[in-house]
Structure formats: C-alpha cells, structure tokens
C-alpha cells in the first residue's frame, strides 16, 4: 500500500536518485546533482531561481513498505490579477509506479484543497525547475505512469505542446523583411538565468520578440553546457507572416551557436500550425509531446 507523507531531510539523496531514472532518455534533461536538489528544495539559494510567486510550497513523498517511490511539489500560485490557484509544479516517480504517481496527485490536490484553493493546475508550462527542465514544466506524454496517476486522479489535460529541436548551422542573416523594421538586442538576468532577446520595432512599438537562454544556466550538467532553450517567441498579430519572426529567430540561433550551443530546443502548442512551420523550415523536428493538467473550474491563461 503507497503512502503519503511530508518530506524529511533524509529523503534527499533516494529522490534525486529516482529523479534522474524518471528523467532518463528524455530530451531536454540532464541528471541534477544532489546539491542542486537540495538547493532547489529549500529554496535558499540563488542558483535555486524559485520566484516569490510560489508561496507556502511544501513536498510530498510516496514510499511503499519503507521504500521512496517519487515526490510532488506543491504550492499556490498567482499570476498577476487573477485569483491564486493551487500548482502542483512537478510530480516525479519511479518508471512504470502507477500508484505512487496516483498517490502522490491526489494528495497534493488534497493538500491544496485544504488551503482553499479551488482551482488547481499541474505541470504548467514555465514553471521547470532550474536543476532540470523536465519539458519546461510541463508533462512528456511518455511518461505514461505519471500522466495515469493524474488522469486517475481526476486531472485534464490541456496545453499540449510539442517539443522540438535543432542543430544550428551556420545560417546568414536574411534582409530585414521591411525597411523601417528596426532590431535591437538586449540582455536581461532574473533568477540567475540570462535571457537574452532579439526584438524588432516599427514606429518605436516593439512588435516582434524571441527570446533564449544557455541551458548552462538552469543546469550544472556538461552537457547542458552545449544546449540552448527559445523561451519566447512572438508577433504582434497585425506584423505576422511578413519574416519578422524568423529573421529575429534566425539571429538568435546564430547567436546560440556562436556561444557554442550545439543544440537549440523549444516548445510549440500543438495546435499552432503556422508556428510548427517555421520552426520546420529552419530545421527544427519533434522530439516528444508534452502536456499540463488542470482541476477544477476554468483555465487559466498560462501563458
């Protein structure tokens, strides 16, 4: 019978380890360290990135006749004005444990239940740990044992998405796809993670953005050194289909490459066809499916 209970000091080192066997094979993840995990857990590092918009965060963790099968995280979670809601921002157990991971759902949905906190959502995209992507936040659909646990639980899915990546070649800069475009790059540093963007205005309106960061900075593993994560890209509606977003994209893989990033990787809502085809006519091929979860009334704009 798995049972759930509150995380203790000695849970450390069997869940970093049953972390990085869940993560295993997954693109976009590398092993943490057991000093990341702890810095992630308590949250009292910088390196951590934790935003104060997690509050009240608390971990569960499921065992089975003595044994640690997986852990969730908790918290609430508000965005700008909305209402706060419960965020289950990662649930992590050993391959193929259908009842730990339906353990561990339910209990964090209870446990965020108790706090008042009506609406609650899971693996919500942007929400990642820096120690590890884990798909950004969200769920890898071949995950199939965490993905039962919360359907069993009573969760949805929603915002699906595709992972994808590329290896950037060398790749020259196209025209700016009109005259009074103008490009500026800037750099900014939240959370420990340098984000660096390319955007283009018209008219001083800025009406195009992508922005990327070097993976070395959310993970510490050598292999993250060579990796590289668009975090952002956007057209106003009114400049879309002129070449502006790829042009800024382009730059910005030029750009990773030149940083000695061997691999570029983003996501891409599965239902966006015309941005699916950009990142297809630069290279860029699915490399897994990914989703979040939700519960109870409403879908919040997590985007």
Same mark, same amino acid.
């Given at each position: 019978?798995?049972?759930v ?7 450390? $080192?069997?869940?970093? @380890? ?7 094979? &997954?693109?976009?993840?590398?092993p943490?360290?057991? %000093? ?5 857990v /308590?949250?009292? !590092? ?6 104060p918009?997690?509050?009240d965060?608390?971990? &569960?963790? +499921?065992?089975?006749?003595?044994? #640690?099968?997986?852990?969730a995280?908790?918290? @609430?979670?508000?965005r ?13 157990a &050993?391959?193929?444990?259908? !009842?730990a /991971?339906?353990? &561990? ?11 008042? =906190?009506?609406?609650?959502a +899971? ?10 992507q ?6 890898f659909? /071949? *995950? *199939? ?5 919360f359907?069993?639980?009573?969760? @949805?899915?929603?915002?699906?998405? #595709?992972?994808?990546?590329?290896e950037p070649a !060398?790749?020259?800069?196209s025209? +700016?796809?009109?005259?009074?475009l103008? #490009?500026?790059?800037?750099e900014?540093v939240? %959370? ?12 001083? %309106?800025?009406? +195009? ?7 070395? $900075? ?7 050194r *060579?990796?590289?994560y ?5 057209? $106003? ?7 502006? !977003?790829r042009y800024? =994209?382009v ?12 691999e #570029?990787?983003?996501h ?5 066809q ?26 919040? %704009?997590?985007?």
């Open positions: 019978m798995v049972r209970r509150m995380f203790e000091e000695w849970d450390f $080192e069997p869940l970093v @380890r049953i972390l990085n066997e869940c993560c295993s094979g &997954l693109p976009l993840v590398w943490a360290t057991l %000093d990341e995990f702890r810095e992630a /308590s949250g009292d !590092a910088a390196r951590s990135g934790a935003p918009l997690f509050e965060a608390r971990f &569960l963790v +499921a065992e089975e006749g003595g044994a #640690v099968l997986g852990f995280h908790t918290c @609430r979670w508000q700008e004005e909305s209402a706060p809601f419960g965020l289950i921002r990662c649930l992590v &050993l391959p193929r444990s259908d !009842a /991971s339906e353990a &561990l759902a339910s209990a964090a949905l209870d446990d965020l239940r108790q706090r008042g =906190l009506e609406s609650v +899971a693996c919500v995209w942007a929400t990642g740990y820096p120690w590890y884990m798909g950004d936040g969200s769920c659909e /071949s *995950q *199939q044992h965490l993905v039962n646990g359907l069993a639980a009573g969760f @949805r899915r929603v915002v699906p998405e #595709v992972l994808m990546g590329v !060398a790749t020259a800069a025209p +700016a796809p009109q005259q009074e103008e #490009v500026h790059h800037r900014s939240q %959370d420990g993670t340098t984000f660096r963007r390319w955007e283009a205005f018209v008219g001083g %309106d800025r009406v +195009a953005e992508v922005v990327w960061f070097p993976c070395s $900075e959310r993970a510490r593993h050598p292999s993250a *060579q990796a590289a668009v975090w952002w890209v956007h057209t $106003e509606p009114d400049y879309r289909r002129r070449g502006i !977003a800024l =994209l730059a910005a893989l030029n750009e990773a490459r030149d940083h000695g990033c061997r #570029v990787f983003l891409a809502d599965t239902h966006n015309a941005a699916r085809s950009l990142y297809r006519s630069l290279g860029f091929r699915v490399l897994a499916h990914c989703t979040s979860f939700a519960h109870g009334p409403g879908e919040p %704009d997590w985007r």
